[in-house]
């Protein structure tokens, strides 16, 4: 993270230890989870790449600083306006009017963060990484800046990762929307000196609450239709699983497309 390199290392372990308990409740609980169980891995995976920046600047060693930067932006610029969306997108029930407007931001912010993060890679002179009130700070030029405001890039960036969430029908993703919505404030009002750093650590210690809509089931809890069950688990097909209730969801689906919807 953007305080130092054991606190990198430190926030790194505990969030992919999180992050791969997470995984595992999805593979046994429900598969559509999968996606947003690996969000607080990927968010450690990046603080493991950021104590490694911390690691090339405090040893002077400019290649490590560099891998290390490659790694933490690749996170930052790629993953997130992409698997944000995915992961909501995967999550919501399939009769739901919200899945196409979610998919169409998956595709954009695929299109998003390959614009964003693939020219650093030919042009490694863009990154650059500065230790700015005993935090790191990443500036730099983007391909995007060529073509629009950097402000307007960060607009895109949030609608990317906020918006696919805070549509979900499910209300804990909602929340988790106004996680980094929280974050996004917190940022901008103290912590501008090193913006992208504090963010990136703030949200994915956001992600946390994730593992708790995965342990609880909250899906189910919440599925509109009724037809995930939250009791005991049953065995079909070889597999014990959460069963839902096929003729509950095909009825609500019938109600979609028949009458307005309630959360619509």
């Known amino acids: 993270m ?9 926030a790194s372990a505990f969030l992919v230890g999180g992050g791969a308990f ?4 999805a593979w046994q609980i429900n598969k559509r989870y999968l996606p947003v169980a690996l969000m607080p891995l990927f968010a450690g995976l990046q603080q493991f790449m950021e104590g490694n ?25 790629f993953m997130w306006p992409f698997w ?3 992961s909501s997108y995967v999550l919501e029930p ?3 009017r919200r899945r196409p407007y979610m998919l169409a931001m998956t595709l954009a912010g695929l299109a998003f963060g390959l614009a964003l993060y693939v020219p650093h890679l030919t042009t490694p002179e863009w ?15 983007m391909l995007l800046d060529y073509l629009i405001p950097r402000e307007m890039t960060y607009v ?5 990762i906020i918006v696919p969430p805070m549509i979900s029908t499910y209300l804990h993703m909602r929340w988790f929307a106004l996680t980094i919505v929280t974050v996004v404030v917190v940022d901008i009002l103290f912590l501008r000196y090193a913006y992208i750093s504090f963010f990136c650590l703030l949200a994915g210690l956001g992600t946390l609450h994730l593992i708790y809509i995965i342990v609880r089931n909250k899906c ?12 005991p688990k049953l065995m079909f097909n070889g597999y014990e699983i959460w069963k839902s209730d096929s003729q509950k969801c095909a009825t609500y689906r019938c109600l979609l497309y028949t009458s307005p919807s309630p959360r619509d």
């Open 22 to 25: 997470a995984v595992a409740k």
């Open 220 to 231: 189910a809890r919440e599925c509109p239709s009724g037809a995930i069950t939250a009791g």
């Open 156 to 160: 895109i960036y949030l609608f990317l």
């Open 127 to 141: 990154i650059e990484v500065t230790v700015n009130q005993d935090s790191l700070a990443y500036e730099g030029t």
């Open 94 to 96: 399939s009769g739901s």
């Open 84 to 86: 944000i969306p995915l």
């Open 53 to 77: 920046v911390w690691w090339g600047v405090n040893t002077g060693d400019p290649g490590t600083t560099l891998i290390g930067a490659l790694g933490f932006i690749f996170f930052t610029w």
């Open 2 to 10: 953007c305080l130092s390199q054991t606190v990198s290392f430190t």
